[in-house]
């Protein structure tokens, strides 16, 4: 079966500070990634994607980094806020389907 | 734009009634649509993945007969979870893509129910 894994289940970092989470993924032919963010009791919601012809997207705060040498993929956040305290979800796409991982819960101290 | 609903966002009733959950994409047409199920603190797990006006396709494990999927338009797909039990108590997520394969996935909010 797929394995998309997290290095860190849990997170914490000072407001302000930029914050870097980690996903491992296991298929090499997985050609489309999407972090997600999800806050308490809500659905996911759509962050940034990256397909697999990249190694750096940029948004709005986020940027997410493709390594698939090492079949890594990390999203940084910069200047971290209270509200961007919730779990993060990698989704790896093998061309059948989407896998996600096990999340990062982030918790920002202000 | 890209938004999806879900309807109920909680429910609670008893051991043995049907319940049925509706997923809408407000601003888009959803060829596909998809069902999750989560557990607390847990990632989501596909049930199903349903297609505009075809069956669904069900996840290895996910019973048919229990967990009733259509999508009869391209806005509207709804999950009924039969004869409820309180094992079937989790959160359940859907999600609905514009286009088949690598398309974005956007999730709804997502509706709580518990068993009692």
């Given at each position: 079966?797929?394995?998309?894994?997290?290095?860190?289940?849990?997170?914490?970092?000072?407001?302000?500070?930029?914050?870097?989470?980690?996903?491992?993924?296991?298929?090499?032919?997985?050609?489309?990634?999407?972090?997600?963010?999800?806050?308490?009791?809500?659905?996911?919601?759509?962050?940034?994607?990256?397909?697999?012809?990249?190694?750096?997207?940029?948004?709005?705060?986020?940027?997410?980094?493709?390594?698939?040498?090492v079949k890594h993929l990390s999203l940084q956040i910069a200047a971290t806020q209270p509200g961007d305290s919730a779990v993060y979800f990698c989704a790896e796409y093998n061309g059948n389907q989407f896998y996600f991982g096990t999340g990062t819960s982030l918790t920002v101290i202000p | 734009?890209?938004?999806?609903?879900?309807?109920?966002?909680?429910?609670?009733?008893?051991?043995?009634?049907?319940?049925?959950?509706?997923?809408?994409?407000?601003?888009?047409?959803?060829?596909?649509?998809?069902?999750?199920?989560?557990?607390?603190?847990?990632?989501?797990?596909?049930?199903?993945?349903s297609n505009e006006g075809s069956k669904a396709t069900y996840e290895q494990g996910v019973e048919k007969d229990k967990f009733l999927i259509n999508h009869a338009s391209l806005t509207l797909s709804t999950l009924t979870v039969t004869s409820a039990h309180p094992e079937d108590s989790s959160f359940y997520i859907c999600s609905a893509a514009e286009r088949r394969g690598t398309d974005t996935q956007y999730f709804g909010p997502g509706t709580r129910l518990t068993v009692l």
């Open positions: 079966g797929e394995s998309v894994g997290l290095h860190l289940p849990t997170l914490s970092v000072q407001e302000g500070d930029n914050s870097i989470i980690n996903c491992a993924y296991s298929n090499s032919a997985s050609d489309y990634f999407i972090w997600y963010k999800q806050e308490s009791g809500k659905g996911p919601q759509f962050i940034i994607d990256i397909r697999s012809n990249m190694d750096k997207r940029q948004g709005q705060r986020v940027t997410v980094l493709l390594n698939k040498t | 734009g890209a938004v999806v609903s879900q309807h109920p966002s909680r429910v609670i009733c008893k051991s043995g009634t049907s319940v049925k959950i509706e997923c809408r994409s407000l601003d888009f047409q959803a060829t596909t649509m998809f069902w999750y199920r989560q557990f607390p603190k847990q990632s989501l797990m596909l049930m199903a993945t």
